[in-house]
């Protein structure tokens, strides 16, 4: 059974950064993509950023250059280093462990809070 499990989110003002973390549990974190997704009240959950077990990497276009997905398959945690950060980036973000680089798998972690406000 995999279990996730986000850190780092908070209240952050705009302009400034946030990195969250997502320990895995389990041996098979080294072989999936990972990926952390967002949702706002009444919208879809949608993906910010994915990353392969090689380190491939897929970002939603809106925020290339922003923010940047990272993993250390030794400590089995995936990292979302987000900068410039705006109040529409206010959401749940939650991690999953994906089948590729666009395909969730029924694997999630429970959410963590990002607030972006003055």
């Known amino acids: 059974q995999v279990q996730l499990v986000e850190s780092g989110g908070g209240l952050v003002q705009p302009g400034g950064s946030l990195r969250l973390s997502c320990a895995a549990s389990?041996?098979?974190?080294?072989?999936?993509?990972m990926g952390w997704y967002r949702q706002v009240p009444g919208k879809q959950r949608e993906l910010v950023a994915a990353i392969t077990s090689g380190g491939s990497t897929n970002y939603a276009d809106s925020l290339k250059g922003r923010f940047t997905i990272s993993r250390d398959n030794a400590k089995n945690t995936v990292y979302l280093q987000m900068n410039n950060l705006k109040p529409e980036d206010t959401a749940v973000y939650y991690c999953?462990?994906?089948?590729?680089?666009?395909?969730?798998?029924?694997?999630w972690g429970q959410g963590t809070q990002v607030t972006v406000s003055s």
């Open positions: 999953n462990l994906m089948r590729d680089l666009r395909n969730s798998m029924d694997y």
């Open positions: 389990g041996s098979i974190f080294s072989i999936y993509a």
